[in-house]
Each structure stands twice: as C-alpha cells, then as structure tokens.
C-alpha cells in the first residue's frame, strides 16, 4: 500500500490557555492531492496547519509520508513539507528578492549552484524572475504572496500547507493564484473561507467548526450544500464555478 501524504489519527489539541482548539481530528490526505479545510473563522483550520507542520507545542506526533513527526524524524519531515504563512511578509525579510529564496535551500546545505538553479526555477515558476533583484517590500501584494511561495517551491517539499493565501488579493491577483496552484504538483492543504476560491482548486474539502471535522467529501457534495453550508457560517459558491 502506497503510504498517504499526511495521516491523522484521533489528534487533539489544547493551546497552553487550555482553548481546546482540535478535538480528535482524523484525516488521510493522498499525495499529490490538493485538499481545502474550509470553515468560520476559528474553526481550528491555522492550528490544523501548525499541527501537521508540527509546529504546536508538545503536540502528539502525525504521520508525514510514512514518517511519525518525532524528534528523531523532524529533520527529514521538514524537507517533505514546505509552510506557506498568513503573512508573506513573515516569509520575505531580506533586501532582495533573490535571496528571500535562496535562504531555505542555503540553509539545507544544497550546493550553491543547486541553489541558485532552483531559486531561478522557482521565481520563473510564479513569474517573477525579472522581479529577482527587486526589494520584497516593494512586491505589491500579489507578488508578495507568489514570491513567498518561490521562498517555499525552492526547497523542493513534496506537500505544501497554505494558510489563507487568498486573502488581500484583488480578483486578478486571485486568478494568477489559481492558476499557479493548478500548475503545482505538489500535494497541497489549503486553509481558507474563500469557499468561491477553493472551488476552482481543491477537488476534496475538509469542512470543519468548532475545532471538529464536521464533514469531508468532493466539492459539490461539500460546497454545494447549502443547509450545511449555512449551518457552519459560510456560502455556497457560485453555481458556474461547481459546474466547472
Ligand atoms: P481558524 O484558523 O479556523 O480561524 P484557529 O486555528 O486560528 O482557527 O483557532 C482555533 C481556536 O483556537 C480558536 O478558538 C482560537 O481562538 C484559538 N487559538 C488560536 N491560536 C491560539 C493561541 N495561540 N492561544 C490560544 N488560543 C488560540
Ligand atoms: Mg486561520
């Protein structure tokens, strides 16, 4: 059997102020799926995230492509899994664009040309190699969101969590976002209440509330129900985008 990209098994969670944030979360996600967690603001998606990134505090290990995230595993779960923040700006904070994306694979100790080729692939993937030499703080939002995922693809990770990366965009710089994740091959895990964006990317959705997954299914059984939908504080999307 093939070993699944994330498995979570009966996972909880607590925020040290004792917010019991996730209560027994069970998720599989297949490689190369693009997956949407989808729900009200506090539904628990951003600490999903953190936990299968591994970044909550004395968290009970999950399962990376086979690998439980213990201490001795962390190091190679890091390189399978890219974190795409909230804030691009938590992700670009040198004074060129370049070296933004070349810090990760520095850091992983690939050889210098080896970096330098994949950070070129990388800003040429999300359009902004002619932008290379160029202050991130300059980069309009857009392009502060596509060169905080060139940060991420030039690391290589095979499973990349997104959180909220449509939010500040305009409706073009949405689209160009769209298409970028539609081209990836990477398995990705996108955290969002767009649910008009998620439907043009994710094919399996995640709907949950008050810390629980509530329902899990394709877009049109989840998006597409308008009494679940409602019941949790969201929308249904426009019926062209289902229909597409
Ligand atoms: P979402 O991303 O769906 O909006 P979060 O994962 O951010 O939800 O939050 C889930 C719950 O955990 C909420 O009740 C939130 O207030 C709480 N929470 C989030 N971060 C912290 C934190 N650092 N400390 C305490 N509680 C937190
Ligand atoms: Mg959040």
Do not use: W
Not at 74 to 79: A, G, M, T, V
Not at 102 to 108: A, E, I, K, R, Y
Not at 127 to 137: A, C, T
């Amino acid at each position: 059997m093939t070993k699944a990209a994330v498995k979570i098994k009966d996972f909880s969670f607590k925020y040290p102020d004792a917010t019991a944030a996730l209560d027994n979360i069970n998720l599989e996600i297949a490689h190369k799926e693009r997956v949407a967690l989808i729900g009200p603001n506090g539904a628990g998606k951003s600490t999903l995230l953190l936990a299968i990134g591994n970044f909550l505090k004395s968290q009970d290990p999950i399962e990376i492509d086979g690998l439980l995230s213990t201490k001795k595993n962390i190091k190679k779960i890091r390189q399978k899994l890219g974190v795409l923040f909230q804030d691009p700006n938590d992700q670009l904070f040198m004074p060129r664009l370049f070296d933004d994306v070349t810090f990760g694979p520095l850091n992983m100790g690939l050889p210098k040309e080896e970096v330098i080729l994949r950070s070129r692939e990388a800003l040429r993937s999300v359009g902004l190699l002619e932008k290379k030499e160029r202050q991130p703080h300059h980069l309009s939002a857009g392009e502060k969101r596509a060169a905080a995922i060139a940060t991420v693809l030039a690391m290589k990770p095979e499973i990349i969590t997104m959180d909220e990366p449509d939010s500040s965009l305009d409706p073009r710089s949405q689209n160009k976002l769209i298409e970028l994740l539609n081209q990836m091959e990477q398995t990705l895990i996108i955290a969002t209440c767009n649910v008009n964006f998620v439907a043009r990317v994710c094919e399996r959705i995640v709907l949950m509330d008050d810390g629980k997954i509530i329902a899990i299914g394709n877009r049109k059984e989840i998006l597409g129900n308008q009494e679940l939908m409602n019941k949790h504080g969201l929308e249904v999307p426009a019926q062209a985008i289902l229909e597409d």
